[in-house]
T-cell receptor, first 115, second 113 residues
Framework: DAGVIQSPRHEVTEMGQEVTLRCKPISGHNSLFWYRQTMMRGLELLIY????????DSGMPEDRFSAKMPNASFSTLKIQPSEPRDSAVYFC?????????????FGPGTRLTVT | AQKVTQAQTEISVVEKEDVTLDCVYE???????LFWYKQPPSGELVFLIRRNSFDEQNEISGRYSWNFQKSTSSFNFTITASQVVDSAVYFCALSEGTDKLIFGTGTRLQVFP
């Protein structure tokens, strides 16, 4: 079975440009999570969805960040405009049934570099 | 407030040594879940184990074992006869009340040949 799929795997962009990260969760999973990992702050949860509905976006750093989940098999995380401090690895994860206690399975991540 | 502490920032061992990674958690819930994830140099996060608060039985999977002790709020991870392929960052995480995982800061394990 395919795991969580993320694209692109690497993204280099200039400050001020719009960046869109994509995620396809594991089929049958109905919770989806977006994380950011940096050396300084470790792993941070940005937002998560259950049944395509955003449940908690308290980790989204600012209005420049937005996330959507139009259907059960696709989600995007958009940064507009991007800034150098957004450089990080962004992970998408999914879990089964949205119940607490279920393990999350992570995608390979997107390494974003903003110059 | 929930919190996960991995006090060991980095551990270095020589192959075949046993190594224990410590995890201490804080929670007010009586029902909670604990997890371990592995992040090898390639970068992906790999799920290793889940344990719920009602099950204090130790778990063994090959060279990996986990010791859950509610009395000390610890969920420690031991690798027996370590191998170079075990080199990675290991994260402990806690889930309580919601789907959110609270991660520790990770322990970097380096296994030298």
């Amino acid at each position: 079975d395919a795991g969580v799929i993320q694209s692109p795997r690497h993204e280099v962009t200039e400050m001020g440009q719009e960046v869109t990260l994509r995620c396809k969760p594991i089929s049958g999973h109905n919770s989806l999570f977006w994380y950011r990992q940096t050396m300084m702050r470790g792993l941070e949860l940005l937002i998560y969805f259950n049944n395509n509905v955003p449940i908690d976006d308290s980790g989204m750093p600012e209005d420049r960040f937005s996330a959507k989940m139009p259907n059960a098999s696709f989600s995007t995380l958009k940064i507009q405009p991007s800034e150098p401090r957004d450089s990080a690895v962004y992970f998408c994860a999914s879990s089964f049934n949205g119940r607490r206690g279920y393990e999350q399975y992570f995608g390979p991540g997107t390494r974003l570099t903003v110059t | 407030a929930q919190k996960v502490t991995q006090a060991q920032t980095e551990i270095s061992v020589v192959e075949k040594e046993d190594v224990t990674l410590d995890c201490v958690y804080e929670t007010r819930d009586t029902t909670y879940y604990l997890f371990w994830y592995k992040q090898p140099p390639s970068g992906e996060l790999v799920f290793l184990i889940r344990r719920n608060s009602f099950d204090e039985q130790n778990e063994i999977s090959g060279r990996y074992s986990w010791n859950f002790q509610k009395s000390t709020s610890s969920f420690n991870f031991t690798i027996t006869a370590s191998q170079v392929v075990d080199s990675a960052v290991y994260f402990c995480a806690l889930s309580e009340g919601t789907d959110k995982l609270i991660f520790g800061t990770g322990t970097r394990l380096q296994v030298f040949p």
